[in-house]
């Protein structure tokens, strides 16, 4: 333990940014995995879905990261899967890693119909033919609710350019689960 002093100085160190608050209630183990689980794999769009909703519980990406995420940003480095050079908040470079079971989806999803470039999450059309457009960040937010819902799950942004659903795979940052 920390001497009181020692723990206190530690506390009013100047110039930590402390802009933000976390609010809302996190998914816990077992909701993630349920809502990981809550896509139909008998489906060209519930394959896709649990892509999505993997490598945003696995990596913790922002909706607007995930749509824009391009086959460039993954990338295998020292033998581990990652999503590099992620332009994300205020611009921001990033790279995070990938979770095996994350770049599996991915592989599911795009392996249907054979893409390895460009936009690796795209539209569908509802017959499950591939759109060309890329997915929009509302489009992100409607996939993960349309899943959430069924399981009562209320998955609600805490901002704008708000983080997947918080989870034990991701750290817990991000979007919240309104009570």
């Given amino acids: 333990m920390l001497e009181r002093d020692v723990a206190a100085g530690i506390k009013e160190v100047k110039g930590v940014k402390t802009a933000g608050t976390r609010t809302g209630?996190?998914?816990t183990q077992d909701q993630a995995q349920r809502l990981l689980d809550a896509p139909d794999l008998r489906t060209v769009k519930g394959v896709r879905d649990r892509?999505?909703?993997?490598v945003l519980l696995g990596c913790g990406l922002r909706r607007a990261e995930l749509a824009a995420l391009t086959f460039d940003h993954v990338q295998q480095r020292d033998g581990?899967?990652?999503?590099?050079?992620?332009?994300?908040?205020g611009r921001r470079i990033r790279t995070v890693a990938m979770p095996a079971w994350a770049k599996t989806a991915i592989d599911a999803w795009t392996g249907i119909h054979g893409l390895a470039?460009?936009?690796?999450?795209?539209?569908?059309?509802?017959?499950?033919?591939?759109?060309?457009?890329?997915?929009?960040?509302?489009?992100?937010?409607?996939v993960v609710q349309?899943?959430?819902r069924p399981l009562g799950l209320t998955i609600a942004p805490t901002t704008a350019g708000a983080r997947s659903?918080?989870?034990?795979?991701?750290?817990g940052h991000g979007w919240s689960r309104s009570s």
């Fill in 25 to 27: 209630n996190w998914l």
């Fill in 51 to 54: 892509a999505i909703l993997a």
């Fill in 80 to 89: 581990r899967w990652a999503v590099v050079d992620l332009v994300g908040k």
């Fill in 117 to 142: 470039d460009g936009q690796v999450f795209r539209s569908l059309w509802k017959n499950g033919a591939l759109r060309r457009a890329s997915l929009t960040e509302q489009a992100v937010l409607d």
């Fill in 146 to 148: 349309s899943h959430a």
């Fill in 165 to 171: 659903p918080s989870s034990p795979y991701a750290g």
